[in-house]
C-alpha cells in the first residue's frame, strides 16, 4: 500500500470511530431526546469499542460486523420512528443516530483507502 493512502484511511477510521461512538453515548447525554422521562433506553458500548480497535487492528471480521451493526441500528431506528412518529413520542434522537449511522456506513462502504487499509497486512504498511 502506497503511504501515500495510510493517511487518509486513518483519517476516515477516525470519522467512522467518531459517529460510532458518538452514536452510542448520545443516549446517555440525551436521554430524553429517545424516550419518555419515565423511560429507559441504552445499549452496549463495549462492542461499539471491540469493533473499532478490530477495524484498526485490521482484524478481517470487523468490517462485516461493523456492517450488520448498522444495518441492525438502521433497522431498530426504522421501526421507532415509524411507531413514535404518529404516536408523537420521541423522534430527534433516533434521526440524530440513523444520520451518524448512514454517515459511518457510507464511509466504509465508499472509502477506497480504508478497503485498501484493511486488506493489507500490518507489515506492508511500515515501509
Known amino acids: 500500500m502506497q503511504p501515500s493512502l495510510l493517511a487518509p484511511a486513518r483519517l476516515h477510521l477516525a470519522l467512522v470511530a467518531v459517529c460510532l461512538l458518538l452514536a452510542t453515548y448520545l443516549p446517555i447525554w440525551h436521554k430524553l431526546w429517545f424516550v419518555a422521562e419515565s423511560g429507559n433506553f441504552g445499549g452496549g458500548t463495549s462492542w461499539v469499542w ?12 470487523a468490517l462485516g460486523f461493523t456492517y450488520t451493526l448498522l444495518a441492525l441500528q438502521l433497522m431498530l431506528a426504522g421501526y421507532i420512528l415509524s411507531c413514535n412518529i404518529p404516536a408523537g413520542g420521541p423522534t430527534l434522537g433516533f434521526l440524530v443516530n440513523s444520520g451518524l449511522y448512514l454517515l459511518a456506513g457510507g464511509t466504509l462502504y465508499f472509502s477506497s483507502a480504508i478497503k485498501q487499509y484493511l486488506s493489507q497486512p500490518p507489515a506492508a504498511l511500515r515501509a
Open 50 to 61: 471491540l469493533l473499532l480497535l478490530g477495524l484498526y487492528r485490521r482484524w478481517r471480521l
